[in-house]
């Protein structure tokens, strides 16, 4: 029997990116996330299946995803386009219409063949500024077989890789990942008493992974969402140095909020937290306030 290949639900390949582990990678994105935080940078990314996304600044009010749909979920009066989103089946044919880019999909299928060829392409780059691969979304270990075999397949061939996970996951899908992954992306998003209210779940499974993956002696990079007045508590500063003290904690990344988010939730029919952009005074004081407890793993 011809041999099957493995198929994940990715919404974008981002490749030479800067932000997502050490050095230049190739990162990418699955679709998919457990999770409901207030100031998701990718709303997209949420649904388990294909997401629709309109950009009404692009349309052109043609009409023609109105005709190409057949739920209904596309109206058009006047110059006025609408998209009832709960009514989607996403299944492209209005994107495969729309003559402008105004329509589109987040999450497509790819296989791990198809991702390892882009791996390959990027492999050079990656390695002599000691990037690599990272797997994020999302949550990456939703989808844990296809993420753990592009893990494999990269390592395989010399690229380092990089899991960026928010931790609410089986523990069997951390368990075996474990050997595949290089570096750990871990989202430390609110203390345990505001977790459930800003992401949407509680915060036990997150904790659970982080005992896991401090056991199996793993290198961890706590990535830390700041929102001024939301999440930047003193229970939570506490915690985080708390958390830096275990060894495999190589670094405490600080990640202040961005409105980013907030337009591409308006593209998928979201509502989330839409504020002014933290400042450089308000970095400042959470380095400080980090600092003032000791935590001496903060990121440049």
Known sequence: MPCTETTGLV?????????????????????GCPLRCAWCH???????WPQLRFKGADCLACGACVTACATG????????RVVDFARCD???ACVDVCPSGALSLSGNDMTVAEVTELLERDRVSMQHSGGGVTVSGGEPLAQPAFSCEVFTRAQAVGIHTCCDTSGHVAAGAIAA?????????LDWKASASQHQELTGVDRRRVER?????CSAGAAVWLRCPLVPGLNDSAEHFDDIAVRAREPSVQRVCL?????????????????ILDRPSATAEDAARWRDELLARGCGKLAA
């Open 255 to 271: 990640m202040p909020y961005h409105r980013h988010g907030s337009a591409k939730a308006v593209e998928t029919g979201l509502s």
């Open 209 to 213: 992974s982080f005992e896991l993956l």
């Open 177 to 185: 990942a474990v050997p595949v992954v290089d570096l750990w992306l």
């Open 11 to 31: 919404s974008a390949v981002h490749r030479a990116a800067l932000h997502d582990g050490p050095g230049l990678r190739t990162t990418v994105f699955m679709q």
């Open 42 to 48: 990718n709303p997209e990314t949420w649904s388990m």
């Open 73 to 80: 979920c596309q109206s058009l009066t006047g110059n006025e």
């Open 90 to 92: 996403a299944t492209g």
